[in-house]
Every structure is written in C-alpha cells, then in structure tokens.
Nanobody, 121 residues
Framework: QVRLVESGGGLAQPGGSLRLSCAASGFVFSIDAMGWYRQAPGNQRELVARIDSGGNTNYADSVKGRFTISRDDAKNMVYLQMNSLKPEDTAVYFC???????????????WGQGTQVTVSS
C-alpha cells in the first residue's frame, strides 16, 4: 500500500504564504508525475500544479507566478509553495502521484486525504 500524506495547510492572510508538503510512504520503486489538485465547496476539483519525472511543470493560469511546485525524489516528496495568497485559493488541496511499486510493474495513481487551506482576513 502506498499512502500520500499532506501537511502544511492552515489559515493565511491575503497576500500571505503557505508551503504544502506531500510525502509518499510504503514501497515505492519510482514516481512518475505528481502534483496538486484543489476543490472548494460546490466546485469541481481542479488541477493546480504538476511536475513530471523530468522536472517539467505545469500550472493553472490562476496560480501562475504565485505558486511553485517542486519535488525531492530522494525523499519521495512533492511541495507546493504558495505565495501572494488570495481568498479564492481557499480549498482542500489534494496531493497525487503516479507510482510504480515494482520494476516492470504498472503505474497506479494514489491520492492524499487532503489538507485545508483557508485564505481570509
């Protein structure tokens, strides 16, 4: 079993910053793409940022220039640095990763439990 656990969520002021972390535990042979989604009440889940195994990144237009995704393959972790936070960033943020557990095995997607980010004055 592979588990993803997010941390770093909480309350921030508009214009403030938060740093989200996601750690993959369990047996992991390799991780392909990983990233972050978010979902606000009544809204569909949206992709915030992703990073592939080569370090290539993609961001939602709404967070470009404010959020930065990074990964540490030695630690099986992915991070999301969120700066210049806005109230509309308020959501539950979910970490995901595409994981290969065995050499020659299949790649499966795993999902974290989510961490709440609230941006309010």
């Amino acid at each position: 079993q592979v588990r993803l656990v997010e941390s770093g969520g909480g309350l921030a002021q508009p214009g403030g910053s938060l740093r989200l972390s996601c750690a993959a535990s369990g047996f992991v042979f390799s991780i392909d793409a990983m990233g972050w989604y978010r979902q606000a009440p009544g809204n569909q889940r949206e992709l915030v940022a992703r990073i592939d195994s080569g370090g290539n990144t993609n961001y939602a237009d709404s967070v470009k220039g404010r959020f930065t995704i990074s990964r540490d393959d030695a630690k099986n972790m992915v991070y999301l640095q969120m700066n210049s936070l806005k109230p509309e960033d308020t959501a539950v943020y979910f970490c995901y990763a595409f994981v290969k557990r065995l050499p020659g095995g299949s790649v499966n997607d795993y999902w974290g439990q989510g961490t709440q980010v609230t941006v309010s004055s």
